[in-house]
């Protein structure tokens, strides 16, 4: 009962990282394009909330439940599938952490363009670059964890 449980909450956050990631990306990516101040600065406000109630738990919550599972099924941490994902899943993060960071900055830039009844600023379509550029590699690596958790090839 306390794998399934566990495997349970793991495939849970798993779901939620993969799922607020991509559907805040979705959103922000949507409100930019439409290039309307207001509704990108409350976009932005929402998606920086979203970021730390659901992506950061669950990124907290992924490798601890990964790696407990692992220990009750005395998987060796070097077999090749599971080495893969733990180095994805480092490349994921290691895009996340910037990508908070970028939209705090894009979140704060159309607020400011709000207040001064201006359109989005070169700066924030600088961030918003970057932080497109960064979801790429993001999503690859997360399509690939759930190839490998899937089929665990060898």
């Known amino acids: ?23 805040t990306a979705f959103y ?3 409100v930019v394009r439409s290039g309307d101040t207001r509704i ?8 920086v909330t979203a970021d730390w109630l659901f992506t950061a738990t669950t990124a907290i919550a992924q490798p601890l439940t ?3 599972l692992v220990r009750l099924l005395r998987i060796p941490l070097d077999t090749p599938w599971l080495a893969w994902s733990i ?3 480092a490349v994921a993060i ?4 910037p990508v908070v960071r970028l939209q705090i900055l894009m979140r704060d ?32 690596a997360f399509l690939a964890i759930f190839y490998l958790m899937v089929f665990k090839p060898s």
């Not at 794998?3 to 993969?18: D, P």
């Not at 290691?94 to 952490?97: L, R, S």
Request: proline share 1%; aromatic share 16%.
């Open 109 to 140: 830039s159309a607020a400011a363009s709000l207040r001064a009844g201006q359109g989005l600023s070169a700066e924030f379509r600088r961030y918003f670059r970057a932080w497109f550029i960064l979801g790429f590699p993001a999503l690859g």
């Open 66 to 68: 990964g790696w407990y």
């Open 1 to 23: 009962m306390e794998y399934l449980a566990l495997k349970l909450l793991h495939i849970l956050s798993s779901t939620l990282l993969f799922g607020t990631g991509v559907g």
């Open 87 to 89: 180095a994805l899943y």
């Open 28 to 30: 922000l990516l949507c």
């Open 40 to 47: 990108v600065a409350t976009v932005a406000r929402h998606v």
């Open 94 to 97: 290691a895009c996340w952490v």
